[in-house]
């Protein structure tokens, strides 16, 4: 049985689980809002869910760890490529609280990854302020200020990210949390609904042997090798570029 009490002016609940008190604020100075807090809790210990509080506490930080985790147990090949979106996850995410990752925040994920950030630099170059920036590249504030803050210069000064790199991290991003979910205990409550991409960036056009042949001969000797790993294994140009002698088996 849960109980409501005063802390100042500010109204408290109380309610167990398996024997153990939990409290939380209701961050209410009326009574109406900490009965309803203590009678949600109390469902949700009913159902056998774990009270709301506990999930409060989890940042995108641990989630981020356990499907990297993931991905290393598993021995799964595309381990660098998962590495590099949660790279660009972190930038936005980091240190964020799981229950405030919405779907109108998931928006604003894609909207900051679809920012020109090479238009960005030149315009702030100009001395334009930040809601003037903001207004010019047709952005919210907040995340002009996220971009300007990236300490990874390579990053910030890139272009705006495609939509299938996009699609890919938001990918990502619902297997963290539905790895969380199917934790026990569960460290996600809820997984949001989150938006993907129309796609309108797909390969065309393919080269002949003969093609590839005569373009490798013109490129400089320290990109031959490159080119022709990525003609025998076809992967995309960042994947080859974040792959590490670690992770090639040289037997």
């Known amino acids: 049985m849960g109980s409501i009490y005063k802390r100042g002016n ?6 167990y689980r398996d024997g153990k008190p939990y409290r939380e604020s209701s961050k209410s100075e009326k009574e109406g809002p900490a009965k309803r807090l203590l009678k949600r809790r109390e469902g949700d210990i009913a159902m056998g869910r774990l009270p709301g509080i506990y999930f409060d506490r989890i940042k995108f930080d641990e989630l981020a760890e ?3 985790g993931d991905y290393a147990m598993n021995e799964r090949k595309s381990l660098g490529a998962a590495q590099n979106h949660v790279n660009h996850l972190k930038e936005f995410f980091v240190g964020m609280k799981i229950v405030n990752i919405t779907t109108p925040r998931i928006r604003e994920y894609i909207e900051y990854r679809s920012m ?3 238009a960005l630099e030149r315009l702030k170059e100009e001395g334009k ?5 903001a207004e010019i590249l047709e952005v919210s504030p907040a995340n002009i200020s996220r971009a300007l803050t990236v300490k990874n210069e390579k990053i910030r000064a890139k272009h705006g990210a495609s939509r299938a790199t996009i699609n890919r991290e938001l990918s990502g991003l619902k297997r963290m949390l539905n790895l969380g979910a199917r934790q026990t205990p569960p460290k996600v409550d809820r997984v949001p609904y989150i938006p993907m991409l129309r796609e309108n960036n797909t390969r065309k056009g393919f080269f002949e042997h003969g093609e590839f042949l005569a373009l490798r001969e013109s490129l400089p000797d320290h990109l031959k090798p ?3 790993f990525a003609y025998k294994v076809g992967w995309r140009v960042s994947e ?6 670690s992770q090639v088996d040289l037997a």
């Not at 302020?129 to 920036?133: C, I, R």
């Not at 080859?240 to 002698?245: A, V």
Request: zero cysteines; glycine letters at 0%.
């Open 10 to 15: 500010v109204y408290w609940i109380k309610y």
């Open 66 to 68: 356990d499907f990297l």
């Open 116 to 118: 020109d950030r090479e």
């Open 129 to 133: 302020t930040e809601s003037e920036l």
């Open 226 to 228: 490159f080119v022709s």
């Open 240 to 245: 080859i570029s974040n792959l590490t002698w």
